[in-house]
C-alpha cells in the first residue's frame, strides 16, 4: 500500500522566506525585525469588547456577509476618510484576513487564460492565487532610484500600460507597499485611471496598512477615485490596524455587482468569520482615534530606527508609509541579498527579509527589509548589535 501520487496545483511554492528566516532568528537568539508582525498587545478596550460580545452569547455563526453592526462601521469609516458611500448590505464583506480576501476577488474575477498585472516586488500570496485560478501572472517590476536623489521605488506606469492585453482582467496594485515602504499618490491613481478607464480591466487593491502614512501625507485609497472605485475590490485589515494579526480578520469592500461575485465565492472558501470579534470590532470602531491617531504612532517608531541606522553603514530607502524600513548594503556587504540576510542573522543578531524573495524570479538589488512594528527597546536592542557594522 501507498499513497497515490499528487500533481502540485503550486509546483514552484515551498516553505516562505518569512517562515525560513523567523526558524533562523529564534534558532540564533535574533532580534527578529524580519517578519511583519508587532510585539507588543492591543488595547485592553478591544479584548474586553470581545469578551463582553462573548458574555453576551454573541458565539453562533453571524451573517455570510459578516455581522452587520461591523460592516456599517466599515462603510461609515470609508465614507469620513474617502468620500466613497459604500452600501453595508451589498457592497462590504468581512473577511478572515486580507489575504483569504485577496483570493476570493481573483478566484470570482480571473478565468483560466485570463492575465492579471502584478507590479513587483509583491506581496507573496498574489502569484498563487492567481495560479489557483487558473490566471496568467504577467509582472511589472517597479523603479528603483539612486543617487542623492533617491526616492525609493516607484511604479513605472509606461511599463504598466505597455503589459495590457487584450486578455488583461486584473491590476493588483498595493499601496502603502509591501515589502518597499513606498506609497501611491494622487497622481499614480490618476494614471491608472486612464489606463483601465473604457476596458474590462478590474482593480485589485490592497490597502492593508492604510493608516500608516506619513509626514502629513495622505493615503491615496482607490475608493477615493471615481473611476477606479467602480471597477475596484478594496482589501483592508484589522489585523494591522488594531495590533491583531493573529486574528484574521480584514474585510473587502467593491461595487454591488462584483461584491455578489466575491460572496458566492467566500460563502465557499471560508463562509463566515469568528462573530464575538466581530462585535468587539464593531463596538471599537465607534472611536475613529485608534486609527486615526496611528500614523503619529508608527511615525515615531519610524524615525526612532530610520535615526539609528543613520549611524551605521547602511543606506536608507524612504519609508513614506507601512511599517518597513528597507535598506541597501553595499556599503557592508557584496553577499546576495538571502545571504545577507542570513548572516545578519547569525553573525549581527538581527533577522531581515532579503527583498529578492518579493520577486518572482529573483532580483539581486543588494536591498533587505526591517519591520519597525515592535517595542521601543526592542528597536533600541536591533541598533544596538547593528551599530556594529
Known sequence: MSTPNLQSRLPAVGTT????????ATEHGAVNLGQGFPDFGCDDKLLDMVNDAMRAGLNQYPPMAGAAPLREAIAAKIAALYGHAYDAGSE??????????????????????????????????????IQLAGGVPVTVQMRIGRGDDDRGFSVPWDEVAAAVTPRTRMIIINTPHNPTGSILRQADLDTLAGIVDGTRILVLSDEVYEHMVYDGQQHASVSRHPVLAERAFVV???????????????????????????????????????????HGLAGYMANPAPYLELPAFYQKKRDLFRAGLAGTRFTLLPADGTYFQCV????????????????????????????????????ESGIVRFCFAKRDETLRLALERLAQL
Open 17 to 24: 522566506i518569512f517562515t525560513l528566516m523567523s526558524a533562523l
Open 236 to 278: 483592508s485589515s484589522f489585523g494591522k490596524t488594531y495590533h491583531v494579526t493573529g486574528w484574521k480578520i480584514g474585510y473587502v469592500a467593491a461595487p454591488a455587482a462584483l461584491m455578489a461575485e466575491f460572496r458566492k465565492v467566500h460563502q465557499y472558501n471560508v463562509f463566515t468569520v469568528n462573530t464575538p470579534m466581530q
Open 328 to 363: 541597501r548594503y553595499d556599503g557592508i556587504s557584496d553577499l546576495g541579498e538571502s545571504e545577507f540576510a542570513q548572516w545578519l542573522t547569525r553573525e549581527i543578531k538581527v533577522a531581515a527579509i532579503p527583498v529578492s524573495a518579493f520577486y518572482s524570479r529573483p532580483k
Open 92 to 129: 462590504i464583506t468581512v473577511t478572515a484576513g486580507a489575504t483569504q480576501g485577496i483570493i476570493t476577488a481573483i478566484l470570482c474575477a480571473v478565468h483560466p487564460g485570463d492575465e492579471v498585472i502584478v507590479i513587483e516586488p509583491a506581496y507573496d500570496s498574489y502569484l498563487p492565487s
